[in-house]
């Protein structure tokens, strides 16, 4: 199946010839040893090493694999599997924030045991994330890059998935078809609300509403589904590594952190939220008498 990714200077189709991806432009990039692609160039860079650290991965992996977390997995899976049966194939995906590749490597599975013929890209700015990433599978394009920036041809993509992350809205619509999906997953507002009690001395509920902002770029939503239940940290290494994994780890205060480091269990909400969005139907002149 063509693979879709493009070159972050120029934006022109890449070919690979072994290891080596090359543009007809001439920009050349090889693949890591570890089998994954950089294609984040220092103009789309804005730290050295931009994203996750290998602190943060390594403890985002070790929660992931307790698999804490897999019926979030699980419900993207069969939303995804749902309505990638009902479409053309072959389908181009990007997992756009994949991370260490947890939810990519288990949606890769889904759709090879239904043998939806497909092309799975993730993607991640954190260079050490997509490296971790790539052990997980050799079936799946990892690719460093800024979610910004993607680099996939124009309006190549049937669907990305987006969890967790950033909204970056103006990246999407350049890459998907004209009727291409998004499928994005935020917290919902009593996520890891136990958690959050034991950091804060004031909890707000305010639950991330992606849809406002996805209107201002020309996105309808077009599906939506809830997931909440309760999941129970057994360690204090899970605990730790949860906090790890959110973005509450950097406004902890010191004493708190020291009572954190001493609890041995925890159960905690887990609420999700999950939205589709296509694009806009464009409105039909009205007829002239």
Known sequence: MNKVIACPVCGQLLTASGTNWRCEAGHSYDKARQGYLNLLVAQHKKSKAPGDTMDMVDARQRLLDSHLYR?????????VLENALASNLPLQI??????????????????????????LYGVDIS??????????????DWLVASGGKLPFAPHSLDLITCLFTNLMPEGFARVLKPA??????????????????????????????????MAAHGFVCNGEQNLKYKAKLTSNQQIMDLLMMT??????????LT?????????????????QFGPQPIAKPEAQE
């Open 71 to 79: 019926p979030i997995s699980d419900m993207l899976n069969q939303w």
């Open 180 to 213: 291409g999906q998004v499928v994005l997953l935020n917290t919902g507002g009593s996520h890891l609300l136990e958690l959050r009690e034991l950091i804060y001395d004031e909890v707000k509920i305010n639950p991330l509403d992606p849809r406002p902002t």
């Open 247 to 256: 973005p509450h780890r950097w406004k902890v205060r010191n004493e708190v």
């Open 127 to 140: 260079k050490d994330a997509v490296k971790r990433a790539a052990r997980r599978s050799h079936d799946i």
């Open 259 to 275: 009572r954190l480091q001493q609890l041995c269990e925890l159960t905690v909400t887990i609420d999700i939220a999950l939205h």
């Open 94 to 119: 990007a997992d756009v924030g994949c991370g260490e590749g947890y939810y990519t490597q288990r949606l890769q599975e889904v759709l090879a045991d239904h043998q939806l013929e497909h092309s």
